[in-house]
C-alpha cells in the first residue's frame, strides 16, 4: 500500500510503503507528482519503507519504473526510510535512476531523515 503522509507540504513529499504496491495506487500518485514538476529541484521525497514486499504484478513494477524515469529530476534529495536488505538494494537501484541526492536511513532515524530532506 502507497500513502501520501500527513507531514507533506509544498517543499516536502512523504510517502509510506506497506505490503505490496499496486499499479492503481502509483497512478493515483501521478498527480502529485506532476504537481511537483512544475518546480523542480525545490521539493524533497521522503519514503517510509515499512515492510514492503514488492509489487502486486509486473505491471505494477513496470508502471513504478517508468514514473521514476518521468520524475528524476523533480527531487532536490530523497530519503528512504527502512531497516531491511531489500530496501537498501532498492535505495541503490533509485541511485542510479535519479538526479537528486539520495541517502538511506534506518527506520529508528526518521527524525534525522526528515530534517535532512528540508535542508
Do not use: C
Amino acid at each position: 500500500m502507497l500513502t501520501i503522509k500527513p507531514e507533506t507540504d509544498e517543499t516536502l513529499l512523504v510517502l509510506e510503503v506497506t505490503g505490496k504496491m499496486s499499479e492503481q495506487e502509483l497512478k493515483q500518485l501521478d498527480p502529485e507528482l506532476h504537481r511537483r514538476r512544475n518546480h523542480p529541484g525545490d521539493s524533497s521525497l521522503v519514503m517510509i519503507m515499512d515492510d514492503f514486499d514488492g509489487y502486486e504484478s509486473l505491471d505494477a513494477l513496470w508502471t513504478d519504473l517508468k514514473m521514476d524515469m518521468a520524475h528524476k529530476d523533480d527531487f532536490k534529495k530523497i530519503a528512504i526510510i527502512g531497516d531491511d536488505r531489500w530496501e537498501r538494494g532498492l535505495s541503490k537501484l533509485a541511485g542510479m535512476i535519479t538526479d537528486g541526492e539520495l541517502k538511506f536511513f534506518a527506520k529508528e532515524d526518521k527524525a534525522a531523515a526528515m530534517a535532512w530532506a528540508r535542508t
